[in-house]
């Protein structure tokens, strides 16, 4: 390592393919100067433990979203009621504090059941013409019955996107401050 700077040597071995004895190259003509540190954090926080491998073997976001279990390990249950998020899951202890869909599943539900709804009344309109009062008395219970078993696998998904995409509400880290 003598007189060479050590990001360079590690970016050299690293991109070197040259086999054994083949030439070490550092393909750069130029190096990022050491003063400058590297570029780190985002918007994006990394929550909790969720590490790669615990990512990698995720259930999917149909089971998740059908049943409504752990993203994490798909075996605990991810709501401790209707519509509340556990704190943790019981049977990994991945922790639930990240889970914050806000208003996502309620906007997917009125566009998705919204265009599901209107057109089936405007198709009953067109062929039957009934009296009002029939729309009433279909649609309304249907909507509300389509929203009411939407909202929890549509928030469950949402919540396993996030953990997925270790998405959560931006923070300001003090050392970003210096
Ligand atoms: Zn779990």
Known sequence: MSGVPEHRT???????????????ID???YSRPSAIPPATGSAFQVVGDMNESVVRNTPSLLRIGLTGVCPSCGEGKLFSRFLTIAKACRHCDQSFEFADSGDGPAVFIIMFVGFIVVAG???MEVLYQPPYWVHGAVWLPVTAALC?????PFKAVLV??????????AKF???DLD
């Open 121 to 123: 009344i405007l198709t």
């Open 27 to 29: 393909p750069l003509p």
């Open 10 to 24: 590690a970016k050299a071995e690293r991109i070197d393919i040259g086999g054994e004895n083949g030439p070490s």
């Open 173 to 175: 880290d003090n050392n």
């Open 160 to 169: 396993a996107l996030q953990y997925r995409n270790r998405a959560a509400e």
């Open 148 to 152: 009411l078993l939407l909202l929890r």
